[in-house]
């Protein structure tokens, strides 16, 4: 049923986004009682922080699926594996992060209950880039990476494809030139 609920949450965010979302909208659409909410979360913000660190936990296992049996596949090849991940799972990303930035107590709660589970996340993307283990900046690469998508994500709202895609172009280039300094650097 928490499973439900926590899924549940994260469409009602994505759909009608933090703000606009009440625990009896979650609860229509988990099917259970807002009772039911209640009993385990007391209140929105911590019902929200918990279906925060379940999408990040699921969106961690998501990617890791689809990069599953291709660790052998060249890194333009598995930086457009993570493209398509993003693509499809960001506005939720989205709507998750204007929540944390509207609600400073929302935020102090997931930064509290999430300390240590990002970096163990993040350290897992080394599974994906192998190229990346072993640098001292690696999860500050991971992150440059994942801006860099959200980014691309948001500008492909109003942006041609075509332009989207020689973006991506650009910073696979300047990533992969950026691997080959930092290799011979070591």
């Known amino acids: 049923m928490q499973r439900r609920v926590l899924d549940a949450t994260l ?20 099917g259970v ?13 911590d019902l929200t922080s918990a279906a925060i660190q379940h999408f990040v936990q699921w969106r961690y296992e998501r990617v890791y699926a ?10 333009p090849e598995r930086l457009d594996i993570l493209w398509k991940e993003f693509q499809s799972i960001f506005p939720i990303t989205f709507e998750l992060i204007v929540a944390l930035r ?13 300390k240590g589970r990002l970096e163990e996340i ?35 709202v109003t942006r041609d494809p075509a332009y989207i895609e020689e973006m991506r172009t650009v ?16």
């Open 122 to 156: 993040t350290t897992g993307y080394d599974d994906f880039f192998p190229e990346l283990s072993g640098m001292k900046v690696s999860g500050v690469v991971i992150a440059v990476m994942a801006a860099f998508y959200r980014g691309a994500y948001i500008e492909s």
């Open 33 to 45: 009682s807002r009772g039911a909410i209640t009993h385990h979360y007391p209140s929105k913000i």
């Open 11 to 30: 469409r009602c965010i994505g759909e009608q986004g933090y703000l606009g979302v009440s625990l009896q909208d979650i609860a229509e659409m988990a």
């Open 171 to 186: 910073f696979q280039a300047m990533l992969a030139a950026y691997l080959a300094t930092d290799r011979k650097a070591a």
């Open 66 to 75: 689809a990069f599953e049996g291709r660790e052998s596949m060249e890194l």
């Open 102 to 114: 509207a609600d400073e107590d929302l935020l102090a709660l997931y930064q509290r209950s999430a």
